[in-house]
């Protein structure tokens, strides 16, 4: 992932500061924000950038985490079939190819760890994912995940 990055002059910004314990699956963890990083590298111009944040939801129990890009973003109607199976993959900036269905796996596995996922674009502008998880324990059979820096 890194080679791509500086293929395309990429700056990964990463604004995580210190652990931050979630109650989640790692490995569900390590594929979404992959996953993540890898279609915001995928979809942004040549010297783009990158960031990644952690905030408060607002929500007693849950942290939130977000990846950024400045690329060619999301109209409202990719958008809304970003999670489904009837959505269709598109090249990256330099040609690149995906399936869509890495979306659609990251929303599976957010949600079996009690989070959810969503996405905020503008088209030409950038796109926003993010994503919360639980940051104490349920009834469900869940990992210590901490997340401090890039997987």
């Known amino acids: 992932m890194e080679a791509q990055a500086l293929e395309k002059d990429i700056r990964m910004n990463n ?8 109650f989640a699956d790692h490995s569900h963890v390590d594929f979404v924000v992959r996953n993540l990083l890898s279609n915001a590298i995928k979809y942004s111009f040549q010297g783009g950038k990158i ?3 952690k905030s408060d939801t607002g929500k007693a129990g849950l942290t939130a985490f977000s990846i950024s ?9 990719t958008a809304e079939k970003l999670f489904r199976l009837d959505g269709q993959s598109r090249l990256g900036t330099s040609g690149e190819k995906g399936t869509a269905l890495g979306l659609i796996i990251c929303k599976s596995f957010i949600e079996a ?9 503008v088209k030409q502008k950038g796109t926003t994912f993010i994503f919360s998880l639980r ?8 990992t210590v995940s901490e997340s401090g820096g890039l997987p």
């Open 15 to 22: 604004h995580l500061t210190g652990p931050t314990l979630v």
């Open 51 to 53: 960031e990644i944040r």
């Open 69 to 77: 890009d400045n690329g060619i973003g999301i109209d409202n109607d």
């Open 113 to 121: 760890n009690g989070g959810n996922i969503r996405v905020e674009s």
């Open 135 to 142: 940051q104490d324990r349920d009834d469900s059979d869940h």
